[in-house]
Nanobody
């Protein structure tokens, strides 16, 4: 399995970006996919996740009203629409996937597949 996040960039506060995560390989067993981010000098944090079979979505509280996570029709894509970006959203954003059910998909340890990140920089 390979994951690749894209769509990052440098924007001003209030702008929008749409991140994409493309997956290849044995994706048919995916149970959930998630977005995480790591700001400079900080630990990696949960942002959002989507459960494949139920389409249930999870959000970190600070992004809940601004970000929207969605999935493609096949188990090969996930998206993160980010609106009203703030400087504190500056981070490297990673996508992740798991084959395992019944996990806390807000926890990074629940995912076994990770892709290289995409940098989002929001200036004030």
């Amino acid at each position: 399995v390979q994951l690749q996040a894209s769509g990052g960039g440098a924007v001003q506060a209030g702008a929008s970006l749409r991140l994409s995560c493309s997956a290849s390989g044995r994706t048919f067993n995916f149970r959930a996919m998630g977005w995480f981010r790591q700001a400079p000098g900080k630990e990696r944090d949960f942002v959002a996740a989507v459960h494949w079979s139920t389409s249930y979505v999870y959000y970190e509280e600070s992004v809940k009203s601004r970000f929207t996570v969605s999935r493609g029709n096949a188990k090969d894509a996930m998206y993160l629409q980010m609106n009203s970006l703030k400087p504190e959203d500056t981070a490297v954003y990673y996508c992740a996937a798991t084959n395992y059910p019944h996990r806390d998909y807000r926890e990074g340890g629940s995912y076994e597949y990770w892709g290289p990140g995409t940098l989002v920089t929001v200036s004030s």
